[in-house]
């Protein structure tokens, strides 16, 4: 059976469970778009976001659940591609506001900027204490081999499952895709034709859903009994990546380290965390550090981690004040960067947080 609400800003629809027994757990599904809702226009065979209730169609099965369900869609649902800090920022303020009356939350959302979303949102939902879980589709849900149906039903499954205690299993913001559940800021899309779009090079794989759903307990965040959420809803946009390659000119360096009222840089490195030593390059770096901009050093290699100093090629960085990213993930990174942006103009501040996990997204 399912109840429409109109009664808040969004217009919500609930599933309430068939079996007589009461519901063994309320979850919140938020709609922002991606794949997973998509259809094919019929003039220009261009894949666009489609209506909320079409898609709930295409999945009779969340019915079958023992648990109550209720869809909340974006006002308009967007290819992930148009995501942004402000929309980052009403999602975490969704399930702030509805964070006592649910269990757990689901969030359908596009594949391409899924990884920086969850980033965003495990900085924004300080004290998380509930499962968040953003999966999506590489295939509609209208088409027959699509893997929406899966990760949708098995991202429900995740989200309400609790342990003998009444406890959630999984306290923390997620990313549940092709059978695997990782870390949200650990994640990263690798891959656009397969279904296996994500990986956690650096973290390992927190569940695998067979025919049970198995879960590495030791690697999940363990639930804090009592410890209250807080919502932040500063992001400083003012920051952007600089990925060197070997040729790179004084000309780029300087034009994006010098761009009007830039505060932060992803510097993407070499290996463990090298760049050129050439006097150019070192001047351009220390100069932008003496007008305070924060330079992130995160490498180009997707596993392992930088260690500033193990080559003489890094040595300088580390000298001049540029803040090793460890084993960070390029989109948790710089989500991490408008966070500590937004959240203090303290320059010591914001060195210390980018150098500490905070939400488990780097290894000290
Ligand atoms: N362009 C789509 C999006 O990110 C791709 C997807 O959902 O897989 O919204």
Not at 259 to 282: K, Y
Request: with cysteine; proline share 5%.
């Amino acid at each position: 059976m399912s109840t429409v609400n109109t009664s808040s800003k969004y217009k919500t629809v609930r599933i309430n469970p068939i079996s007589p027994k009461p519901p063994r757990a309320s979850v919140l599904v938020i709609y922002t778009g991606g794949t997973l809702g998509m259809v094919y226009e019929s003039v220009g065979r261009q894949l666009v976001p489609f209506d909320f209730e079409q898609i709930l169609e295409q999945v009779p099965e969340v019915n079958r659940f023992d648990f109550e369900i209720t869809f909340l869609p974006l006002s308009e649902p967007i290819d992930s591609s148009n995501m942004t800090p402000e929309l980052w920022i009403e999602i975490a303020r969704i399930v702030n506001e509805n964070y006592a009356q649910y269990d757990s939350f689901v969030i359908l959302h596009g594949t391409d900027t899924m990884a920086y979303t969850a980033s965003a949102l495990s900085f924004l939902l300080e004290g998380l204490n509930k499962a968040v879980i953003l999966t999506g589709a590489q295939l509609p849900i209208g088409i027959a081999r699509s893997d929406a149906r899966e990760n949708f039903l098995t991202a429900l499954e995740i989200a309400a499952a609790t342990n003998l205690a009444g406890q959630p299993i999984v306290s923390e913001v997620c990313i549940y895709f092709n059978s695997v559940l990782l870390r949200g800021n650990r994640a990263k899309k690798n891959e656009s034709s397969d279904f296996n779009a994500f990986k956690s090079e650096n973290y390992p794989i927190l569940a695998r859903a067979g025919v049970s759903i198995y879960y590495d307990l030791p690697y999940l965040e363990t639930y804090r009994p009592g410890i209250k959420l807080h919502l932040h809803e500063k992001l400083n946009p003012n920051v952007t990546y600089l990925k060197i390659f070997p040729g790179i000119s004084r000309e780029v360096v300087h034009a994006v380290l010098k761009v009007s009222g830039l505060r932060g840089v992803v510097l993407e490195t070499f290996g463990a965390g090298n760049a050129p030593t050439m006097d150019w390059f070192l001047a351009e770096i220390r100069d932008a550090i003496d007008r305070n901009l924060l330079i992130f050093n995160v490498s180009q290699c997707d596993g392992g981690r930088v260690t500033q100093g193990q080559y003489q090629t890094s040595k300088f960085l580390k000298d001049v004040g540029v803040i090793s990213g460890s084993d960070i993930t390029a989109e948790s990174a710089i989500t991490k960067m408008m966070y500590v942006l937004g959240r203090t103009d303290d320059p010591a501040q914001q060195r210390t947080w980018l150098s500490e996990p905070l939400r488990g997204e780097m290894s000290l």
